[in-house]
């Protein structure tokens, strides 16, 4: 996106998990971060837990709802986790068109959840396709910085301290 952004109009702001991993590399990045608190999902866990993130779903939304306010988004994008349900949510209700994209081959609960919510879905593969409604979904392939077709291999290798002779995937 910022390679895109001739005119440094782009103003990017990511909305995450409180505390979560994605939080410092995010700043470290110049992104504006905007933590929202959850406390984990809500399959597959204990009945207190479940309870528990439910709250934290709802908290979320409305701590979306504060930050697509505050940002005024032109639109909004996700790419599934638990994270993105309230802030796709929060988007649907104040009118922010969603792009959810799908960096796996089979769409996981929040993004089949979201998915009607979302003006347009990209997947990575043409297998993917199948799961979301034909009007909305495109194969976009998966996004890679163009610097990484330009990397020198003996360089690459190196600076990973791995064998210049060794196999390596």
Do not use: H
Not at 10 to 34: C, K, Y
Not at 38 to 57: D, E, K, Q, Y
């Amino acid at each position: 996106l910022r390679s895109d952004d001739t005119d440094g109009a782009l103003a990017l702001t990511w909305v995450g998990r409180r505390g979560g991993l994605e939080e410092d590399i995010v700043r470290r990045s110049g992104i504006t971060f905007r933590g929202i608190g959850l406390t984990g999902g809500v399959r597959g866990v204990g009945a207190l837990a479940a309870v528990r993130s439910v709250f934290g779903l709802v908290v979320g939304f409305f701590q979306a709802i504060k930050a697509i306010r505050a940002e005024r988004p032109q639109a909004i994008l996700a790419t599934g986790g638990y994270v993105s349900v309230p802030a796709v949510l929060a988007g649907w209700l104040l009118r922010v068109p969603s792009l959810l994209y799908l960096p796996d081959m089979a769409p996981g609960w929040a993004v089949r959840f979201l998915a009607p919510l979302a003006r347009r879905i990209a997947v990575t593969t043409d297998e993917s396709v199948r799961y979301f409604k034909a009007d909305k979904v495109f194969v976009s392939g998966y996004p890679v910085r163009a610097s990484m077709f330009s990397q020198d291999r003996k360089a690459a290798r190196e600076s990973f301290g791995l064998d210049a002779d060794a196999r390596t995937i």
